[in-house]
């Protein structure tokens, strides 16, 4: 917790018997990138930005009954000989690439949600006439294969046999940014700005290539379906 009553990170630690050492990496919760699967609702965020020199208040929970804390005061790293200035420019270097994965997550739940969709509706045209439900059901397939697509411009080509060359995908530029803002260490860097200028122009056509997918291939088929009478009982 920052001075501003503000809770900046959390993490869970597995304990056990005896005396447990807990590590705290000095950064903030940061994004997690967009994933084919959905996150679970209890995992920990992974580390964002490195946090401000000042004073924070750790709190440790364990089982919602046991509760302590104490006061922590962080310094600027001598060797590094960086000013405020310059840690905040780096924390807004890197929240500027953490937007783009926000975006991107946003982006991943739609096409996850349309996965879960066409799963449903599968199910529900087992009792349709043979026609409907196979016109249905290879609609839904050619759109899974499309969604499948769009999560290989996300997080990369699923694991292939023998030897393959990655293209380049969404993730690969936001770790490529995030790396470049790092290294910069909150200095002038025309690498950074070219990282992210990368990172956007692949977001922007891949956003819109989703939104085009939404509008005028899942659209259809989900007027199409709402204007069923499918039974759901067996006659």
């Known amino acids: 917790i920052d001075a501003a009553g503000d809770t900046i990170r959390t993490f869970t630690t597995k304990i056990d018997t005896g005396f447990t050492r807990i ?7 940061g994004v997690p990138f967009p994933s084919r699967k959905e996150r679970k609702e209890d995992a920990d965020l992974p580390s964002g930005n490195r946090v401000l020199p000042g004073t924070y208040k750790m709190v440790f929970v364990k089982n919602d009954s046991l509760k302590d804390s104490t006061n922590l005061t962080i310094h600027s790293d001598p060797r590094l000989n960086q000013t405020v200035a310059q840690l905040k420019k780096e924390q807004a270097a890197r929240n500027e690439i953490y937007a783009f994965a926000k975006k991107g997550n946003e982006y991943a739940e739609r096409l996850r949600d349309a996965q879960k969709s066409i799963k449903l509706i599968d199910a529900l045209m087992e009792n349709a006439a043979d026609s409907t439900k196979t016109k249905i059901t290879d609609q839904g397939k050619e759109l899974n294969k499309s969604i499948g697509k769009f999560f290989d411009q ?5 694991k292939q046999k023998g030897y393959f ?18 290294a910069a260490d909150g200095l002038e860097d025309a690498s950074v700005d070219y990282s992210k200028l990368k990172l956007e122009r692949f977001a922007d056509k891949l956003f819109k290539k989703i939104d085009t997918f939404f509008e005028e291939a899942w659209q259809p088929y989900r007027e ?8 759901i009982f067996k006659e």
């Open 23 to 29: 590590y705290w990496n000095m950064s903030m919760n």
């Open 165 to 182: 060359k990655q293209p380049p995908h969404f993730n690969q530029f936001l770790w490529g940014a995030l790396s470049r803002a790092n």
């Open 224 to 231: 199409q379906v709402e204007g069923l009478q499918t039974p």
């Open 154 to 158: 996300f997080t990369g080509l699923e």
